[in-house]
């Protein structure tokens, strides 16, 4: 049955793929999945060396591109979910196209990373007494599972709920994990999980770029210990930052990295290169990220128009900043409601969109575009209203769209679709 699974799957990523059905990136996972449930954890046991599992509500595509980048650079070959298809489904499809890499290097949804935890954590191998042979899997002792944290923050929440309700999953699939963790020492939630599970840090360590007040996308500043309000020295953004509980004393954790360089602008992104580069020294590897080119709808540019994908209050707020940094005068919000994005658009009003400046041109669209423009008239910002997206596509131009819009809107610019 696996090998009809297998058989299967890349036959329906060629159909796709042949008659510009998609990019093949979740039904051949999702139909192998059907025949085999099991199929994961045995295409998972060709990879040579282990996997990779990043993690977190915003930076996992990016994370994860720049630790392939990483890897293939230093002569490992790497299978990875690039489509950003992060579901089991997606790393199915990944695997079965190559599934004898060295490294599994794979972005995992918040909601499923218990359960990719559970069948991809390389445990020693062992021997079933009944039947005489090796259990499909429990695989050797050299391969090894390494789990980078990045951030828990508010997204989606007729979905995933709270943030402390991910946090609380995390610890619980982590706590019987032997695998190796990565976590940010900046994010309380984070960090609290990464202290008991003896984890390797990286954080910001630059005072200058702390913010004197909070911004309203401020998702956890109650420590996950004792439930007391946190202290914070200072924030870089949201409730990243450096804090302590004055009640537990739990705090930050000191960083094994906080020093480096990131390839593309935004503070966000800082943090997605201390990730990559705290894999790189676990594996006593080089990580050289000068020459690298973002991943799509990732401050991705086609043509005059510069994509920043921004799905929940704490990224928008940061792609918001980032692009009036890069000197932004004509902007495109797109909102949308569907599946991926969340139905619940209530999250809008704690975007700071006040720090938009008067002379900033402003365009709004999506499924929800009259929300969008209220919660603009209520920022005093006037927008000009587009019902059809691809009319607002006119350059030069900067686009912040919610996940199935940027979807849309790369459809649109470059004629084909990403998953």
Known sequence: MLHIAILLGKLVSWASKTFGLGAGATWPGEIALRLNPTILSSLACNLKKGVILVAGTNGKTTTSKMIQIILEQNGLSVVHNSSGANLD???????????????????????????????????????????????????????????????????????????????????????????????????????????????????????????????HATDSTFCLNCGSRLKYEGIYF???????????????????????????????NLYNTLAAMSVAKILGIKADLAGFHPAFGRQ??????????????????????????????????????????????SWIWDVDFEMIPKDVSVRVSGDRVYDLALRLKYAGIKADIYENLEDALSGPLYVLPTYSAMLEVRKILKGRKIL
């Open 238 to 268: 949201s409730h990243l930052g450096i804090w302590e509980c004055t009640k537990c004393r739990e705090k930050r954790p000191k960083p094994n990295i906080s020093d480096g360089k990131s390839p593309l602008p935004g503070l966000y």
């Open 300 to 345: 991705e540019e086609v043509g005059n128009v510069k994509i920043f994908l921004s799905k929940n209050p704490a990224g928008f707020n940061q792609s918001l900043r980032t692009v009036l940094e890069l000197g932004a005068k004509n902007l495109l919000f797109v909102l949308n409601d569907r599946i991926p994005d969340g139905r619940d658009v």
């Open 89 to 215: 489904n997606g790393i199915v499809s990944a695997l079965i196209g190559k599934s004898n890499a060295d490294w599994g290097v794979f972005e995992v949804d918040e909601n499923t990373l218990p359960s990719v935890i559970s069948v991809l954590s390389f445990r020693p191998k062992s021997r079933n007494p009944e039947k005489k042979q090796w259990i499909p899997d429990q695989v050797r002792d050299d391969k090894r599972t390494i789990i980078v944290l990045l951030n828990i923050f508010r997204d989606q929440l007729d979905r995933y709920g709270e943030v402390d309700v991910i946090a609380q999953k995390w610890e619980k699939a982590l706590r019987g994990s032997k695998a190796t963790i990565i976590a940010n020492a900046d994010d309380p939630l984070i960090a609290h999980l990464g202290l008991f599970a003896k984890a390797t840090f990286f954080g910001i360590n630059d005072k200058t770029k702390f913010f004197t007040t909070m911004e």
